[in-house]
């Protein structure tokens, strides 16, 4: 059977670590053949990692798909608003698609790219890739097995880390919603998304609140300068000053981010010249540090959901409750705990290596996985994160926004009605 072929529109980090990869770990079932990507050394890199010739070799994803399709598929990995545009012009080519996650910046722009999707009869798979993760397989299926009886509740965590905040939501491309996405939606729509797949029920209610203000000018200390280089005083017990962060002679992230170059020099010249060397307290940053959302799905299910910059670690933890026992997990440790309350005993699940040392505890390998098998055969294998799933969750970000923003609980089903979302009372069905 031959490869799945594929096009890479945004050949960063997720388009090219996170997901081209699995074309060189797997080559007979997936090749890469095409990429647009506007820096030339990041295009290059793509190029020279899966041999793609000049006339798949693109910088604008405009002119990679005025071409008539030539692959099977397209990894839509560019920033979150620049979504719409080629993830609409791939369907309308035919593409199936991979979609980074969020789907767009915008409830309107959603809902543009899923009536495409029914339109041109293409399938999209949006990288909700903690589905794929051992780890949240195997506790779905402690919980559909009964282990802790019926399903109460559920208290999750991100765990963002404050130097993964500082890199990606202070200093780095998520910094700002104007130019990215509200930061419910950007780093945990799939969060929901996986408090959605465990309580299987439908959302019905929301509230949120949340602060930011940390990393202001306000809060500098005194005689920081605009640049951690430019002699910052504070350098010893900062810990963001930014050569601590990016240290030379390493190659990986965070430092695979800022520059192409990752000698000494082109690391220097980066942090001297670029938004990474910048004072975490002068940055142009308004996005939310600290976010707590309460989610009522029907049943009687609930949810609490908290995502935090303050915290040592990058990490997901979660504590699942029911009516004859609980679950602990910390996905990062690769264990969950079952605490039955009729026995008393405590079974401890090991997971370690299950995820073969991809990100996402082996989502972003499972999505691809689960992409090919689709395409091989879509009428005998489904994907596990539709458009239609991943609009749900989306929504529940969006409504999550304006409770933080308003101060009001969120009725779900009317927002969805308000909003004119397919599906919902009073509109033409479509989402579940």
Not at 194 to 207: G, N, T, Y
Not at 352 to 366: A, L, S, V
Request: hydrophobic residues 35%; proline residues 4%.
């Amino acid at each position: 059977m031959r490869p799945v072929t594929a096009v890479v529109i945004g050949a960063g980090s997720r388009g090219r670590d996170a997901y081209a990869s699995y074309a060189l770990r797997h080559p007979a079932e997936l090749q890469i053949t095409g990429v647009a990507e506007p820096d030339e050394a990041r295009r290059n890199n793509l190029v020279q990692d899966h041999g793609i010739p000049e006339s798949g070799t693109f910088s604008t994803w405009e002119d990679l798909l005025q071409k008539e399709r030539f692959a099977d598929a397209a990894f839509i990995c560019t920033q979150d608003q620049m979504h719409l545009e080629p993830a609409l012009e791939a369907m309308k080519r035919g593409y199936h698609l991979l979609l980074e996650k969020p789907i767009a910046p915008t409830l309107e722009d959603c809902l543009e790219i899923h009536g495409a999707s029914r339109k041109y009869g293409v399938s999209v798979a949006v990288a909700h890739v903690l589905r794929y993760s051992p780890f949240f397989i195997i506790l779905k299926r402690l919980i559909d097995q009964g282990a802790i009886g019926t399903l109460r509740g559920i208290q999750h965590n991100e765990n963002i880390g404050h130097i993964h905040y500082s890199h990606s939501f202070v200093r780095g491309n998520w910094r700002n919603r104007a130019s990215s996405s509200p930061m419910i939606l950007a780093k945990s729509c799939h969060d929901l998304d996986i408090l959605a797949f465990l309580a299987d029920q439908e959302c019905v209610s929301l509230a949120s609140a949340g602060s930011a203000g940390s990393f202001s000018r306000e809060k500098a200390p005194a005689g920081a300068p605009l640049r951690c280089l430019e002699g910052c005083p504070h350098e010893v017990e900062c810990p963001y000053y930014a050569p601590k962060v990016y240290r030379q002679g390493e190659t990986g992230w965070p430092v695979s981010v800022i520059t192409t170059d990752l000698s000494s020099r082109g690391i220097l010249e980066a942090l001297r010249e670029g938004p990474y060397g910048r004072c975490v307290y002068a940055c142009d940053n308004d996005m939310v540090e600290h976010q707590v959302v309460s989610l009522e799905f029907a049943r009687g299910i609930t949810a609490a959901f908290t995502m935090s910059a303050f915290t040592h670690e990058t990490s997901r933890t979660i504590k699942v409750m029911g009516e004859r026992g609980e679950i602990r997990g910390h996905m990062e440790r690769e264990v969950l705990e079952v605490h039955d309350f009729r026995t008393g005993e405590i079974q401890t699940i090991s997971l370690g290596g299950c995820h073969n040392g991809t990100r996402h505890g082996g989502g972003d390998e499972g999505i691809l996985r689960d992409l090919i098998l689709h395409l091989r055969d879509k009428e005998r294998t489904s994907l596990k994160t539709t458009l239609d799933l991943a609009m749900e969750s989306h929504i529940m970000a969006f409504a999550a926004e304006e409770s933080m923003n308003t101060g009001r609980t969120i009725d779900l089903r009317t927002y969805k009605r308000d909003h004119n979302v397919p599906g919902s009372r009073g509109t033409d069905s479509g989402i579940v």
